[in-house]
């Protein structure tokens, strides 16, 4: 017979709607799911856990993170886009092996699990090869954390005589390998989707292509878009509206995901949104060197659920209580700005809730992910991935409303336990990853960040 647990808590924050928040309740878990929650404290079980102290809320869920690159920490926090295109993709990243790969992953998961972080997408394009690719994997199922892994391409320099990276299609071959091999369950704690090179980063044709092959094998697929066209591909340069001619060939649908598109007209975002297609936007990333507002309210006016995440942290943090607070603050600014310029200022009440911002950070990310069937909330059926903030510390207590306490003021050093799959991987504060392979860890992923460094002549800041 499976083994019961129960975990008596001080709040329930559960993001289902059915469920609302429980003040002293209870979650009831058998094996790796969530079977009851109740708003009494007496549910017969093998195990109870007693955290009276403790505001239990879903994992939070980064829709979209560049993990390979988490030994490379802070070190363009004064780059512009273009930098970080030439530093990093036409430098550093065709430096990186598959052991680098390999580091990145995992110290990255196991960063994001310490944060409160139990679900990430793992957009991974740096990789040239199965190995890479392989390695990239060992680092992320190590780590324990929940993933979806983004296959991506490198976009390396192009030398005289080679067909550029705009031009190529997605790698089959590397599919089917992962398909028939490490990740052909579509229920697994690591899933498969396409991280495409989408019609801003390759030609139109390409992109076609790409969208046909994940619809063949029925895979997500995910593109980072800013303006909706590729400017520097000369047989593209007429291809405006390059999201409406691909939903006109059938190829948009709820498998498909837009990362950023601040420039994207309005137009091209409602069609998008309309064939049943995601948003994700990484409002700090985005922020930290555009002069367009992240599509979070865009997407929200026009009915749809937004969704959130860190990308890369050679630029910005990689921390989601950080992201969530400034996909709130930035859209709420917006708001504001906008009633100014029309005069209708100073405001009467609050333009957006901070319960908003909770499920962009939770909920949203599942769905944007296509696994809203399995977390994303603490709801009876779905996996137990869960997150206890200590509300006895001193910047949350006390508790007066549990989503307020955990929008507004949650840190990392409020994340007491972290449970992934109904596995705890952090208890009492601390990661259960073994610390001498931890300390170890970061004696390596140290000496991967130099030596990737030196290998691209590039030298931070004496």
Not at 77 to 102: G, L, Q, R
Not at 235 to 252: F, K, M, Q, S
Not at 356 to 384: F, N, V
């Amino acid at each position: 017979m499976a083994k019961r647990t129960r975990i008596d808590c001080g709040w329930i924050v559960s993001v289902d709607p059915k469920i609302g928040e429980i003040k002293d309740g209870s979650i009831l878990i058998e094996e790796d799911r969530i079977v009851e929650i109740s708003k009494t404290q007496d549910v017969a079980a093998d195990e109870v856990i007693d955290a009276p102290s403790m505001i239990a809320m879903p994992g939070l869920i980064n829709a979209h993170i560049h993990t390979w690159q988490t030994g490379l920490r802070a070190i363009g926090s004064d780059w512009i886009s273009s930098d970080y295109h030439k530093n990093m993709h036409s430098n550093i990243a065709t430096k990186f092996t598959a052991e680098d790969m390999f580091l990145g992953n995992l110290f990255g998961g196991l960063r994001q699990i310490e944060n409160g972080v139990t679900s990430v997408f793992d957009w991974c394009h740096g990789i040239r090869d199965l190995e890479m690719t392989d390695r990239a994997l060992d680092g992320l199922e190590e780590s324990g954390i929940r993933a979806v892994f983004g296959h991506g391409t490198a976009k390396a320099p192009t030398y005289e005589g080679e067909v550029p990276y705009t031009h190529v299609p997605h790698p089959i071959e590397r599919l089917n390998h992962l398909r028939q091999n490490r990740l052909h369950n579509d229920d697994g704690l690591i899933t498969l989707a396409m991280a495409i090179l989408g019609p801003d980063f390759g030609t139109f044709d390409v992109a076609v292509a790409d969208l046909k092959l994940a619809k063949e094998l029925d895979l997500l697929s995910t593109a980072h878009v800013w303006r909706g066209y590729n400017q520097n591909v000369p047989e593209d340069a007429n291809i405006r509206d390059a999201y409406i001619r691909l939903g006109e060939l059938g190829l948009l649908s709820p498998k498909h995901n837009i990362v950023h598109g601040n420039y994207l007209l309005e137009d091209q975002v409602r069609y998008a949104l309309e064939k049943g297609c995601t948003v994700s936007s990484t409002v700090l990333c985005e922020i930290h060197g555009h002069g367009a507002y992240p599509l979070v309210g865009i997407v929200r006016d026009f009915g749809a659920m937004p969704s959130i995440g860190t990308d890369t942290n050679t630029l910005v943090t990689d921390d989601m209580f950080a992201e969530m607070r400034g996909a709130l603050y930035t859209h709420r600014f917006q708001i504001a700005q906008n009633k100014r310029e029309t005069g209708d200022y100073p405001l009467t009440t609050m333009s957006i809730n901070s319960r908003e911002a909770l499920e962009w950070a939770t909920i949203g990310g599942a769905k944007a992910m296509c696994i809203d069937d399995r977390t994303g909330s603490l709801t009876p059926g779905k996996k137990a991935d869960i997150v206890f903030l200590n509300g006895e510390d001193s910047n949350m207590f006390p508790v007066h409303d549990p989503v307020f306490s955990v929008v507004e003021h949650g840190t990392i050093a409020n994340v007491e336990h972290v449970m992934v799959n109904g596995e705890f991987l952090k208890r009492d504060g601390k990661l259960l990853y073994p610390a001498d392979k931890y300390v170890d860890l970061k004696t390596k992923i140290a000496a991967s960040a130099d030596r990737l460094m030196a290998e691209g002549n590039y030298r931070p800041v004496a």
